[in-house]
């Protein structure tokens, strides 16, 4: 299943959306999907790296080496 929803864009934005969609025979949507979905993927991981971020700052975590690591795994 999947969900509808609104957006509003620059004009500028608009027109170049539908300039590639009709130069490459793909719809507006597709490209508009494929952008969110691919920027999405990025702001999760950013997100997921500040939180650990700020976990190591506050000394609940804490670094290891590969060795230590690679180590743990074997106990």
């Avoid at 494929?34 to 650990?52: F, G, K, N, T, V």
Wanted: aromatic share 6%; net charge negative.
């Amino acid at each position: 299943m999947s969900k509808q929803t609104a957006i509003r864009l620059p004009d500028e934005t608009h027109e170049r959306l539908h300039a590639l969609a009709e130069k490459t025979g793909r719809t507006a949507t597709f490209y508009i999907r494929q952008a969110i979905e691919e920027h999405l993927d990025d702001l999760e991981d950013l997100y997921l790296a500040e939180r650990a971020m700020e976990r190591l700052q506050r000394g609940e975590s804490r670094i290891v080496s590969a060795e230590e690591f690679w180590d743990g795994l074997a106990d």
